[in-house]
């Protein structure tokens, strides 16, 4: 009966184990799932755009190879994800279609331009740093087919921040004018990678639900704390400084405080309204029409072989 099937639900996720896409679950649960791992494919898909800028003005051919092979894995982890989100009976046209229409979301940080060089190796540190604190507890989030594509996107990741902080220890290590760079980059990542954690506790509509569910483990900003206190140390050792006058070792609380991220730019970037986001979708868009002959041949060709068959 119903009853008991929510109440096998309830008890899944009360002794913390996983529900999968057999099993039956709640219809806000699932449109909660697909909303946030379409949001988070997305993100991945979009992510590859501000990179891909600067893939054929690498500085040399070793860092044009790692940042290929980044982009590339951007890629497969949109692929693990929207399939993660097919076993929730939803297909990856439907989601790329929401996306194209701006009726799903994706990262705000990804509405950002790459102004320069130093930005690959910042967006390593800083945004792939942010992604990991926020993704490592995806890990054993209740819904199986994300938890698992979590682990194996968290160690990728994990290279990914440790490539952006090696190539900007080897900018700080060099000219004035390149740790000017890396300096004028981090002002520029800092603010809007705080805000990539979701708004305020208060403010975050979704969470206390999601945490219930088991989907989230965290709150966004025991999060961004974590992430602040990650990051200080990292800092400190490349020498640069975090735009923030705020920010200092609170003793008592033994974390760092830190100032208030600008809201009014959150809620106008993922509005749409960002530096970036015409740009990005403009090109989501062309990239899914230049690529519908492929998505047409492939459908004929499977069609001819249903047919001998
Ligand atoms: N950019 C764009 N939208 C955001 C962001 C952000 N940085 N943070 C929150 N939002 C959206 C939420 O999706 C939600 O919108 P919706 O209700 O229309 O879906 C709204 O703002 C309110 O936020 P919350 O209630 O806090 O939403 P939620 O509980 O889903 O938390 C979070 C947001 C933390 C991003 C969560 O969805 C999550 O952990 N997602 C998985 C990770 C992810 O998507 N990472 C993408 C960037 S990392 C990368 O790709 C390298």
Redesign the pocket.
């Known amino acids: 009966s119903p009853a008991e099937l929510e109440e096998r639900f309830d008890a899944t996720i009360a002794a913390d184990q996983r529900i999968e896409p057999r099993d039956w679950m709640p219809e806000a649960y699932r449109r909660s799932l697909i909303?946030?791992i379409a949001?988070?494919a997305h993100?991945?898909i979009i992510?590859m755009q501000p990179e891909g800028n600067w893939l054929l003005r690498a500085p040399s051919l070793r860092r044009r190879a790692i940042l290929l092979a980044k982009v590339q894995d951007e890629a497969g982890h949109g692929m693990y994800l929207y399939a993660a989100a097919e076993t929730l009976g939803v297909d990856r046209e439907e989601l790329t279609e929401k996306l194209i229409d701006s009726k799903q979301?994706?990262?705000?940080?990804f509405n950002y331009p790459t102004l320069s060089w130093a930005d690959i190796g910042v967006i390593g540190w800083l945004?792939?740093g942010a992604?990991i604190a926020?993704?490592v507890p995806?890990c054993r989030c209740s819904y199986g087919p994300y938890a698992r594509a979590m682990i194996r996107i968290c160690k990728e990741?994990s290279f990914h921040q440790r490539q952006g902080y090696e190539s900007l220890l080897a900018l700080t290590a060099g000219t004035e004018a390149q740790k000017r760079m890396v300096q004028e980059s981090v002002d520029r990542w800092w603010w809007p990678s705080l805000?990539?954690?979701?708004?305020a506790d208060g403010d975050?509509?979704?969470?206390h639900q999601?945490m219930a569910w088991g989907i989230?483990r965290h709150t966004?900003d025991e999060l961004r704390q974590r992430f602040v206190d990650m990051t200080v140390p990292q800092a400190a050792v490349l020498g640069v400084t975090l735009p923030d006058p705020d920010l200092r070792w609170n003793d008592e609380r033994q974390a760092h405080d830190f100032g208030e991220p600008d809201w009014s730019e959150f809620t106008a970037v993922?509005s749409g309204a960002g530096p970036a986001n015409r740009q990005r979708l403009d090109h989501r868009r062309r990239a899914h029409e230049n690529g519908a002959w492929v998505r047409e041949a492939a459908q004929a060709y499977a069609e001819k072989q249903g047919a001998r068959a």
């Open positions: 909303r946030q949001q988070h993100s991945e992510g979301k994706y990262s705000s940080i945004v792939d992604a926020n993704q995806l990741e805000m990539m954690f979701g708004p975050s509509p979704n969470t999601s989230k966004n993922v």
